[in-house]
């Protein structure tokens, strides 16, 4: 299986409000939740899908109501603009990388496998994880390690890399043997996992694209249209959390002269909706996952 989605049900039920409306899914990835969207759309409901990762495109669904956009979704006003379908009445967004990326080896999602450091969910084009790791200075890549990986040896991590540099590292496994000192006993999994995340943050620039994102994603929407955000990581649903709450990242609402907060959305889900033990036993990497919806404004 290319991708299993995660909490399939609860975010396309949040998603659709009416079944002849037009839609976005802007991690297409294996297309689990873009294949419900589907069966909840009439004849006259409308789907569009942004996948920056050229494997994506092999599982585009041969449906008419369906328009598959091979870019990342920080560009959703100009696409949707383009295909004249702006404003929308729902979007959707399951962040993160997916069990095909991760479980691919060449693609160096994973410390599991030993693959090429690349990391880069576009693989045509950017910069490769082995490139920062060879070419970034020590202060550089400790404060990756610091804020996207929230380490607290980043110093030590980076001071590590850097003296192993006289022989390049361009394998995850390189990567993997010049921190294994550093990795405390029975948490080694996790303390690569943190990691490979920063890494992978700082190669495809993910805090940023999520802010380009979610910005766009208001005027994106009609009065009424459903925001559903399913993120994985602390960084991730912080920026989620604060922009559905108070229309910025930092979550501080403002207010008019009466009182009255200004916000574009209203939350439809108060608190992350998370999946149950079930859906875990079944999908390990469900664990972490939590889902935020929130309607614009009327």
């Known amino acids: 299986m290319y991708h299993n989605p995660v909490l ?8 659709i409000t009416r079944p002849d409306g037009t ?4 991690t297409f990835g294996g297309g689990g939740h873009s294949s419900l969207i589907l069966e909840k759309l009439d004849a ?14 092999k599982n585009v669904p041969n449906d008419p109501r369906f328009q598959f956009v091979p870019s990342n979704f920080c560009n959703l006003k100009k696409f949707l603009q383009y295909y004249q379908a702006y ?6 967004a399951d962040l993160g990388v997916s069990s095909h990326q991760f479980d691919t080896p060449e693609r160096g999602f994973s410390h599991r ?26 202060q550089k890549l400790s404060e990756i390690f610091y804020q ?37 006993r029975g948490k080694e999994n996790k303390v690569l996992s ?24 208001v005027d994106a929407l009609r009065p009424g249209g459903r925001l559903v955000v399913i993120s994985y990581h ?7 959390k604060n922009f559905m709450k108070a229309g910025n990242f930092d979550g501080i609402i403002e207010k008019d002269f009466f009182g009255n907060a200004l916000t574009p959305f209203s939350l439809i889900t108060r608190k992350a909706v998370v999946p149950d033990e079930n859906e875990i036993e079944t999908n390990s990497r469900a664990r972490s996952a939590k889902l935020r919806i929130a309607a614009r404004h009327e």
């Open 8 to 15: 399939l049900r609860p975010s396309v039920d949040g998603l």
């Open 23 to 26: 839609y976005v899914d802007v």
């Open 44 to 57: 006259n409901g409308r789907l569009i899908a942004f996948d920056q990762d050229p494997d994506a495109a």
């Open 87 to 92: 404003p929308v009445d729902g979007i959707l």
């Open 113 to 138: 496998f030993d693959g090429e450091l690349d990391m880069r969910m576009n693989s045509t084009k950017g910069v490769t994880a082995a490139q920062i790791v060879n070419e970034y200075p020590v």
């Open 148 to 184: 996207y990986g929230e380490l607290t040896n980043a110093r030590s991590i980076a001071t590590a890399i850097e003296k192993k540099r006289e022989t390049p590292i361009h394998t995850t496994a390189d990567l993997v043997d010049t921190l294994s000192p550093l990795l405390p």
């Open 194 to 217: 943190q990691i490979f995340q920063a890494l992978r943050i700082e190669v495809n620039g993910e805090l940023q694209v999520l802010r380009d994102f979610l910005s766009q994603s």
């Open 234 to 240: 602390s960084l991730e649903d912080r920026l989620v």
